[in-house]
């Protein structure tokens, strides 16, 4: 996203990609836009307290489809647990009465809802790493009871207490691991089957900020940060630590592969600073044109850490602007996937983001996602994880 700088009285402006605003002479008549814009300007802006509570009232996190499979899938968990103990008494039961064996089916001890087949009662794979249709639930069963420890193969499900504890630590990658990699790990996310994943934390790599998903907490400050040392910056440019150190890779290959010195002008930015940002630009563009090219406070990829905008600097820096048809934009499209980033928000791709192209606004999101992302032919993390598209904010 843009970081907001303006300079009159002769002097260069600069407002963004696409936007060239001209300041009315202040002899003109107000128009009643000019009026809406102003007023708009000089309207102040939610407090913390008051922009988490709308942030709750208007969260979507899923299509209400993905509730639906959800439902049913815990509803065939609880069933099968109901099954398996129903299934024990039987076996002890009978063993009392001199019987061998009970090869009777747990899950047939019980009705499930229609249209569940019995086989979800015992095993919920998660889909194949390789984008190819995932092991029919006996065979996935029949994998998972045959396999060696370890073998990464066979994916893990949110009731793994390996999984729920690397949640808890903060592993993220470990987690994206044990789902079987990086599309594994989508592909249970967009299908409903990771309901542990909660795409609005924001303290997760994974975390998809939008104009319907609010950060959570709303107020989120990242920690540790850093600077990418040894790289060029044109502002203070503090981002996650992690961050920071693939931005250090991805500009060094950049430079090794002749693409040419990149440099660093936006990273992090806190709910405070961006509540100013954004109000400078709805007082020069009005509330529809700031909305285009800056997010409100607390819906900022910039405000966790994740977020980098990167400018050009051969013979020094230039601005994000003039970052789109450099050679370094070109490589940067081609090969951020390889330091764990993608291009947030693509050429065309407004009607799902809600925000204009911007080439030099890069994502962390960790080699494993980005890889997957790149693989798949993927433009917008709207569509990575199968959520809605965000071009407008719900209020």
């Known amino acids: 996203m843009h970081t907001f700088e303006h300079r009159f009285d002769g002097l260069s402006t600069s407002t963004g990609a696409g936007h060239n605003g001209r300041v009315a002479d202040p002899t003109d008549p107000e128009s009643r836009r000019a009026r809406r814009q102003r007023e708009a300007a000089t309207r102040p802006l939610p407090t913390r307290r008051e922009a988490r509570a709308a942030a709750t009232r208007s969260r979507r996190r899923h299509p209400p489809a993905v509730y639906l499979r959800r439902r049913i899938v815990a509803g065939a968990i609880a069933l099968a647990l109901v099954g398996s103990a129903v299934g024990g008494v039987v076996a002890g039961v009978s063993a009392l009465r001199g019987a061998s064996t009970v090869d009777t ?12 087949s019995a086989s979800l009662a015992t095993v919920l794979p998660a889909p194949a790493q390789t984008g190819t249709a995932a092991p029919a639930p006996d065979a996935a069963a029949d994998a998972a009871d045959t396999a060696p420890e370890g073998d990464a193969s066979v994916a893990a499900t949110c009731s793994d207490p390996a999984v729920q504890q690397a949640l808890d630590e903060g592993r993220d990658g470990d987690v994206i691991v044990a789902f079987g990699g990086g599309e594994g790990f989508r592909a ?13 934390r924001a303290r997760h790599v994974w975390v ?21 040392e040894g790289v060029q910056r044109t502002s203070g ?31 992090f930015r806190s709910f405070d600073l961006q509540t100013s940002t954004y109000r400078g630009y709805v007082g020069q563009l009005g509330q529809d044109g700031a909305d285009l090219t800056s997010a409100r ?25 003039r970052f789109g048809g450099t050679a370094q934009s070109e490589w940067v499209a081609a090969n951020a996937w390889r330091f764990g980033f993608i291009v947030r928000y693509g050429d065309g791709d407004t ?36 959520l809605p598209a965000a071009p407008d904010y719900a209020d």
């Open 105 to 116: 089916d747990a899950a047939a001890l019980v009705d499930l809802p229609a249209g569940v």
């Open 188 to 200: 249970a996310v967009a299908n409903g089957e990771a309901p542990c994943i909660d795409l609005h």
């Open 208 to 228: 998809v900020v939008n104009k319907l998903n609010a950060l959570d907490p709303i107020d989120y400050w990242p920690e540790p940060q850093a600077r990418a």
């Open 237 to 267: 440019g503090h981002m996650r630590s992690d961050v920071a150190d693939a931005v250090v890779e991805l500009a060094r290959a950049a430079e090794d592969e002749g693409a040419g010195a990149i440099g660093v002008n936006s990273g």
């Open 297 to 321: 406070p607390g819906y900022s990829e910039h405000q966790t850490g994740l977020a980098v905008d990167v400018v050009a600097c051969d013979g020094g820096c230039g601005t994000i602007e």
């Open 351 to 386: 009607p799902t983001t809600g925000y204009e192209y911007e080439p030099w606004h890069l994502r962390y999101v960790g080699v494993d996602l980005a890889r997957a992302y790149s693989e798949g032919g993927y433009r917008t993390l709207e569509d990575f994880f199968g």
